[in-house]
T-cell receptor, first 113, second 111 residues
Framework: GAGVSQSPRYKVAKRGQDVALRCDPI?????LFWYQQALGQGPEFLTY????????KSGLPSDRFFAERPEGSVSTLKIQRTQQEDSAVYLC???????????FGQGTRLTVV | GESVGLHLPTLSVQEGDNSIINCAYS??????FIWYKQESGKGPQFIID?????DKRQGQRVTVLLNKTVKHLSLQIAATQPGDSAVYFC??????????FGQGTELSVKP
């Protein structure tokens, strides 16, 4: 499809397990954003890339969270030693320029048990 | 800290009526504001935005009003339809990739 694609759609992880969430942005989109959305809440910013450069990672909640975009296209959000409070929907968005023009993917729902 | 919040968590309207969803923000330095619609199981979908130097902006069936004096933002949906049922978020932003979202208002349209 032509939209932002995220995989997997659902992920159940045991507490302490490492997970990797993938985002395929719209082709040609320079900017890529990761947000975390807890149940019943608005999305919260995690990190932002322009091409392969991570320009802002101020929203990553701890050093267990790591994001990369090595070739300026696909991005992976990795969470190490998952904890129950990591349970949320992880949204990826991409745009030609700024977040104000971004398209969001459907998200990955992570449940840590 | 700075936050964006909504006055009403739920709103129920009759099909064909107009809907008004409100939002309060606290960061007077924000460059722009965006309204998103989020349906169950989907990511936020852009509806309309407004820059901080504007008071009003109209789209198709939607109007956003910005009152900087009281730091208030509203989304008006004309002739609300069942397909408008969703959670609506306001968000504020500046340069860069960080948007601050409010909690959301669930709009329910009765046929």
């Amino acid at each position: 499809g032509a939209g932002v694609s995220q995989s997997p759609r659902y992920k159940v992880a045991k507490r302490g397990q490492d997970v990797a969430l993938r985002c395929d942005p719209i082709s040609g989109h320079v900017s890529l954003f990761w947000y975390q959305q807890a149940l019943g809440q608005g999305p919260e910013f995690l990190t932002y890339f322009q091409n392969e450069a991570q320009l802002d990672k101020s929203g990553l909640p701890s050093d267990r969270f790591f994001a990369e975009r090595p070739e300026g296209s696909v991005s992976t959000l990795k969470i190490q030693r998952t904890q129950q409070e990591d349970s949320a929907v992880y949204l990826c968005a991409s745009s030609l320029r700024s977040i104000s023009e971004a398209f969001f993917g459907q998200g990955t729902r992570l449940t840590v048990v | 800290g700075e936050s964006v919040g909504l006055h009403l968590p739920t709103l129920s309207v009759q099909e064909g009526d107009n809907s008004i969803i409100n939002c309060a923000y606290s960061n007077s330095a924000s460059d722009y504001f965006i309204w998103y619609k989020q349906e169950s199981g989907k990511g936020p979908q852009f509806i309309i935005d407004i820059r901080s130097n504007m008071d009003k902006r109209q789209g198709q069936r939607v109007t956003v009003l910005l009152n900087k004096t009281v730091k208030h933002l509203s989304l008006q949906i004309a002739a609300t339809q069942p397909g408008d049922s969703a959670v609506y978020f306001c968000a504020e932003g500046n340069q860069g990739g960080k948007l601050i979202f409010g909690q959301g208002t669930e709009l329910s349209v009765k046929p």
